[in-house]
Each structure stands twice: as structure tokens, then as C-alpha cells.
């Protein structure tokens, strides 16, 4: 298990608190909603949100295509809105957009197992059996959300996919996990349901009284605080803020929802999830939350690759994000809010006997942009196959160190660890340049 929590407290033993305290919301069924246009809506606190691709895209069939190489695939490259940069023809709606965003195609990185490449694509350091190191969705929350006194829910939220430890920043700033309705579900029963909440929160606290009565080092205060941090969500009105389905007609659309309500099914039209959550973390933006984490699966294409990408993934993947951007450039958010676009690594150039692609990191793509970034432009390249960076190569530190920039959070910053380590956080990474002007 690559994701830990630290202090003997497991992830499963803090959702259950979480569980317990938001279920008594009727199964997020909040009472009012945020308005489109609200007032209250906090544009000018940064925000991060990151677009999690689980199990590895095929970033030379999405951002960086190679027609003339055997190992180009069926795709061919189209124009976007950023002069000289193409993308795939599968990706019409987000070329469109394209000038608010940019691609890092120089990617190197050393870890192709799912595990140690989420951990570092999520932290910035390659796993190590002697520390866990926080994801960034963590410092971000450390280092943003507990500055912003006004935000009564978490400062990290996690829709529709995994978590990751907080590590030596405690359980305050572990993820809270959510499905695409704002739900959240005990690990072990699913569900809980609101006729039982009432009898469940009681004999919590009094489980929690003897538990902190136990005087067990620091461990009993930071088990205080989230205990303390899932009661306080039950009372506040920004939790509205998950009911994606009181969006208007027009802007589910947008992001290529049909209307009627949502599932978890990876289709267009109202089931489609990751459109959902991508709608759902731009109102955990306008609440004021810092980092929102949102899943989309299914990358693990070792076999029928482009006939996967062009009737599942890419359609579901171009309708979400050219919504989200021009969604947030009606907004006038998007200057404050750093996308970012990413899975542990990519895949081989060279296609298999099964019509897939395989693991590699050697030389990929990650996509970023928003956040008052220097976008439309292309950080990078390839050679002509798509097998070795043909020029400076990135880690995932500098993806990090760019966001923590473009949300003022100085990336000097160093932490300490459970072992009085100091660790700096992204690594160590520069903000690329080429990003911030």
C-alpha cells in the first residue's frame, strides 16, 4: 500500500468519521444551492484543480501525435486555438480552448508501476519505505485552505477516485473522498443512510470521549480535530455547493450532460461522471475550496487503444474540459484557477500485437493551464517517434512547483517530517519558466 495514513490511523477509520458526520445531510441532498453567478463566489482565492487520469493515458494519441512515425496510431493531429500547437481530431471541443491551456510534452519520469508512478506523480518524490510524503492536494490544503478562515468544509476534495496520505501534515489535510453526487460511502456497508444517522453520530462521540480520554501521545488531538472537522460539515451551507444537479440546463450542457440526474456510468449525457465532477469542482471553487481532485479511469489501454479512446474516453474527456474552461471564462475564474492534467505515466510509442499501448515514462505529456499561466503554447518535445525527449525534460516536481506558484504559495517552503527530516515541498521543483513569463 503506497497511501498510508500516518499515526496508526488508517484511511478507512477516518472516512468512516467523515461518513458519519456528512451523511446526516440528507444523502447530500443539500436544501439550497450556490448561485450561478453568487456573490459570495471567492474569485480571488487560487485554486487548483487536478484531472487525475488513472492508469496511464496515451499522451501521444491526445497531445502529441506523430502522423509521420510508425508509431503515430490512427489519429490525426488538428489546429487549436494556440498558434502552432495541434492535438488529436478527437479533441475538437478542448482545441477550441486551447489558448487558455498549455502542454509540458517532455516528460521523463522513472517509475511505469501504477502504484510508485501515481505516488510520484501525486507527490513528487519516488516512494520511500522510511517516509510518506503528502500529496500535493495535501500541502495545498496545509498550506492554502487553513489560511481561508471562511471555508467551513475541507480544503482538499477527491471526486469520483482514490485518495492519497497526507503524510507528516496530519489527518486535517487528508482528501475528502466524494462520488460524482457529492456522496460519500462507508468503506465497508456503502451507503449511510439518514434514518440511521442520528443513533450513529451519538455513539461516535461517546467512542471518541474514551478515545481521546486514552491520552495516547499526539495521536488523540489530531483524531479530536477530524472528528471535530466531519461535525462541523453538517451545519455548513457551503456542503450545497456538491448538489451539481441544481446547475441550469444550459451549463450541465456545457459540460455534455443531458439533463435528468446522474450516475456513475462513463457515457455522454446525464450519466456521465466525470463531466459531474468536473462541474462540481468548479462550485467547490467558488466556495473557496483549494484543490479538487476529480478521476477519470480506465487508461490502462494494453489492448484495442484507439478504438477505446475514440468512443469512450476522448469523447467524454474534450466535452468536460472545453466545458470547465469556457465555464470559467464566463465565470472570470479563470486566471485563478490552475487546471492540471496527468495519470502516473503514459504509454509505448511503439503500438502492440494487441493494438494497445504499454507502460512507459520515458517521454510523455502532461496538460496544465488557467491560473494567469503564460498558456497556448507547447513546453517541449519529443523526437519524430515519440521514444526520447528531444529537449529539457520535466518531472513532476516542476508540474508542482508551477501550480504553487500560480496560487502564491512560495516554493521555498520546506516541511518536516514525522523524523525531523526537512522536506521541501515539490521536490525541490522549478516553476517552468516558459509557464510563468
Known amino acids: 500500500m503506497l497511501f498510508p495514513t500516518p499515526d496508526g490511523m488508517s484511511r478507512r477509520h477516518f472516512m468512516r468519521h467523515m461518513a458519519a458526520a456528512a451523511a446526516t445531510v440528507p444523502t447530500m441532498e443539500f436544501i439550497r444551492h450556490v448561485q450561478a453567478n ?45 498558434k502552432g500547437v495541434q492535438i488529436s481530431e478527437h479533441m475538437p471541443k478542448t482545441a477550441a480552448v486551447f489558448d487558455n491551456l498549455s502542454i509540458v510534452r517532455s516528460m521523463s ?36 485552505g487553513g489560511k481561508r478562515k471562511d471555508l467551513e468544509i475541507p480544503g482538499f476534495i477527491s471526486i469520483g477516485g482514490g485518495a492519497g496520505s497526507p503524510g507528516y501534515l496530519g489527518q486535517m489535510n487528508a482528501p475528502f473522498v466524494v462520488d460524482s453526487n457529492g456522496r460519500i460511502r462507508n468503506s465497508d456497508t456503502g451507503e449511510i443512510t439518514e434514518s440511521r444517522m442520528s443513533q450513529r453520530l451519538n455513539m461516535l ?14 495521536l488523540p488531538q489530531s483524531h479530536k480535530d477530524v472528528y ?50 468536473l462541474l462540481m469542482a468548479r462550485r467547490l471553487v467558488e466556495v473557496g475550496v483549494p484543490f479538487i481532485e476529480v478521476e477519470l479511469g480506465g487508461w490502462d489501454l494494453h489492448n484495442n487503444v484507439f478504438n477505446t479512446l475514440k468512443t ?39 503500438i502492440n500485437q494487441d493494438v494497445g499501448r504499454d507502460h512507459w515514462a520515458a517521454s510523455w505529456s502532461v496538460m496544465i493551464g488557467g491560473g494567469g499561466l503564460k498558456n497556448g503554447q507547447a513546453v517541449g518535445a519529443t523526437d519524430a517517434d515519440g521514444i526520447a525527449c528531444a529537449t529539457k525534460t520535466y518531472q513532476p516536481g516542476d508540474i508542482w512547483a508551477t501550480v504553487a506558484h500560480a496560487m502564491g ?18 521536490n ?5 519558466a516558459e509557464l510563468i513569463g
Request: overall charge positive; aromatic content about 6%; hydrophobic content about 35%.
Open 38 to 82: 453568487a456573490a459570495t463566489a471567492k474569485k480571488n482565492q487560487k485554486a487548483c484543480i487536478l484531472m487525475w487520469m488513472g492508469g496511464g493515458p496515451p499522451t501521444i494519441d491526445i497531445w502529441d501525435l506523430k502522423p509521420g512515425s510508425k508509431n503515430g496510431g490512427e489519429f490525426r493531429p488538428i489546429d487549436t486555438a494556440a
Open 205 to 218: 462521540g461517546v467512542i471518541e470521549k474514551n478515545f481521546i480520554d486514552s491520552k495516547r501521545g499526539d
Open 312 to 350: 469512450q474516453r476522448l469523447p467524454v474527456l474534450d466535452a468536460a474540459i472545453g466545458g470547465l474552461v469556457t465555464d470559467l471564462k464566463q465565470r472570470g475564474m479563470i486566471n485563478d484557477v490552475t487546471l492540471v492534467w496527468m495519470g502516473e505515466f503514459a504509454r509505448t510509442p511503439r
Open 409 to 426: 504559495i512560495p516554493t521555498n517552503i520546506v516541511h518536516t517530517s514525522k523524523n525531523g527530516r526537512p522536506m521541501k515541498i515539490a
Open 109 to 144: 519520469t522513472r517509475e511505469a508501476d501504477h502504484g510508485r508512478g501515481r505516488y510520484y506523480m501525486h507527490t513528487g518524490y519516488v516512494p520511500n519505505p522510511t517516509v510518506v510524503h503528502p500529496v500535493f492536494g495535501s500541502v495545498i490544503a496545509h498550506e492554502a
Open 428 to 432: 525541490g521543483g522549478t516553476p517552468i
Open 228 to 277: 471535530s472537522k466531519a461535525v462541523n460539515l453538517m451545519t455548513s451551507k457551503q456542503m450545497e455547493a456538491f448538489n451539481v444537479d441544481k446547475e441550469d440546463q444550459k451549463t450541465k450542457e456545457l459540460y455534455g450532460l443531458g439533463g435528468g440526474g446522474g450516475g456513475m456510468g462513463m457515457g455522454m449525457g446525464a450519466n456521465n461522471a466525470f463531466a459531474r465532477s
